[in-house]
């Protein structure tokens, strides 16, 4: 399945899933009942390349974790959406917000839940580790997995679509 540079060329907002997307997906407690996640730099700055370029992002998350609003917060994100198992409503408020129509919205995501804003969106990006059923009905699955660079892969084919790669 090759990458729709043709229907990305009029994305100008883009909805993240954070575990399995911007994480592997794992979840580590430690003794003491903190979390840990790790997230990608590239992911990072591939994000602030985005928005550089004029795309619009948030974070739309079944879990709540503070560790994602810290990480929304290193990278300028304004739009993080914590607890919502059911997405669609995140969704909507986004776009709302920016002032975005769905025929330019992207959504990336791995898992079930995230099926419903596949049906909202123009695109719906997976990642190879996501669950089949989502990856059969997204319109590209990447190469990355999630947690490993997901964002930087897609950012950069994103960016040539619409003619704003720099490099």
Excluded at 29 to 38: L, P, Q
Excluded at 44 to 62: S, Y
Excluded at 108 to 130: M, Q, R, T
Excluded at 135 to 154: F, H, M, P
Aim: glycine share 10%; no cysteine.
């Amino acid at each position: 399945m090759s990458f729709p540079a043709e229907k990305a060329s009029t994305i100008t907002a883009i909805t993240l899933d954070v575990d399995g997307v911007l994480t592997d997906g794992r979840i580590t407690y430690t003794d003491d009942g903190r979390e840990i996640k790790s997230f990608n730099v590239q992911d990072g700055a591939a994000i602030k390349m985005l928005m550089n370029a004029g795309v619009n992002i948030a974070l739309i998350t079944g879990r709540r974790s503070a560790m994602v609003e810290r990480r929304a917060s290193e990278l300028g994100i304004e739009h993080v959406y914590q607890g919502n198992e059911k997405k669609t409503a995140a969704f909507q408020d986004f776009l709302s917000r920016v002032s975005g129509a769905p025929a330019e919205t992207m959504h990336v995501g791995d898992d079930l839940p995230d099926l419903a804003l596949f049906e909202l969106a123009h695109l719906g990006i997976s990642v190879p580790n996501g669950h089949p059923t989502v990856r059969s009905r997204a319109d590209w699955v990447t190469e990355t997995s999630g947690g490993n660079g997901v964002v930087r892969e897609l950012a950069e084919r994103l960016l040539r679509a619409q003619g704003k790669w720099p490099y």
